[in-house]
């Protein structure tokens, strides 16, 4: 199990030796205890950014740490990077450095694979709307599959239902769009309007251009 240590988004005192406000911190029994009182101050911080690196380091590294911290939005713990042995992270950075270049070319092939990877997905998502909805323009049907469709978006079209072309998470694609694009919607969020309400105040809208959609185009 690894060892946790939080990057506070408050000033924290150690609940030991009194030191503060601490950068980073252990909890003990609830209280916010300092690197040195927790025997980790002789670790180095390796920020997140570099997979090879950040691997090669922790296996490298026979006492290490997680650093996380608080993101209010989302409300959890993400991870901010490790705190690692300083000879570790010397022996990781040189690892790193001696196979680049290869690393470098199958980053290349990896891009090139995921970009096929999506071109042939979006085709299959734009296929299946125009299946549910026949009447919904082509351009249309390409366009809000690859909105939805984009990696790395987490729009519904990412999600597990998305990626096996679930008609449900197909049709919340649709949805969206029409709310966005052929109603008043997002002038009423401007407007000050609660999202939920705003819903409500389109939904017989949304509902008419899918029922024209269901029937093919003459």
């Known amino acids: 199990m690894d060892l946790v240590v939080i990057e506070p ?5 150690c609940a030991e030796c009194r030191q503060g406000p601490l950068p980073l911190h252990l909890l003990e029994f609830n209280a916010p205890v300092c690197l040195d009182c ?3 101050a002789h ?7 570099s997979a090879a690196l950040t691997r090669r380091a922790r ?5 290490c740490a997680v650093v996380v911290r608080f993101n209010r939005r989302r409300k959890r713990y ?3 990077g ?3 042995e300083e000879a570790a992270l010397a022996r990781a950075e040189s690892a790193c450095l001696a196979d680049a270049d290869a690393r470098a070319r199958r980053r290349e092939r990896d891009a090139v694979r995921r970009a096929a990877e ?3 997905f979006t085709t299959s998502f734009a296929a299946e709307i125009l299946r549910l909805f026949p009447g919904c323009p082509p351009a249309r049907a390409r366009e809000v599959a690859e909105h939805a469709s984009a990696r790395g978006s987490g729009r519904v079209g990412r999600t597990a239902a998305g990626r096996s072309l679930d008609e449900g998470a197909v049709t919340a694609a649709v949805r969206a769009s029409v709310r966005h694009l052929d109603t008043e919607y997002d002038t009423l969020l401007m ?3 609660a999202r939920y309400e705003a819903r409500a105040r389109v939904a017989a809208v949304i509902d008419g251009v899918l029922a024209s959609w269901s029937c093919p185009a003459h």
């Open 9 to 13: 988004l408050k000033q924290r005192h």
């Open 38 to 40: 927790a025997d980790l």
């Open 43 to 49: 670790l180095v911080y390796l920020p997140r950014g």
């Open 59 to 63: 296996e490298a590294s026979s006492l």
């Open 78 to 80: 993400e991870r901010q």
């Open 82 to 84: 490790l705190l690692v």
């Open 118 to 120: 999506d071109v042939r």
């Open 191 to 193: 407007a000050g309007v």
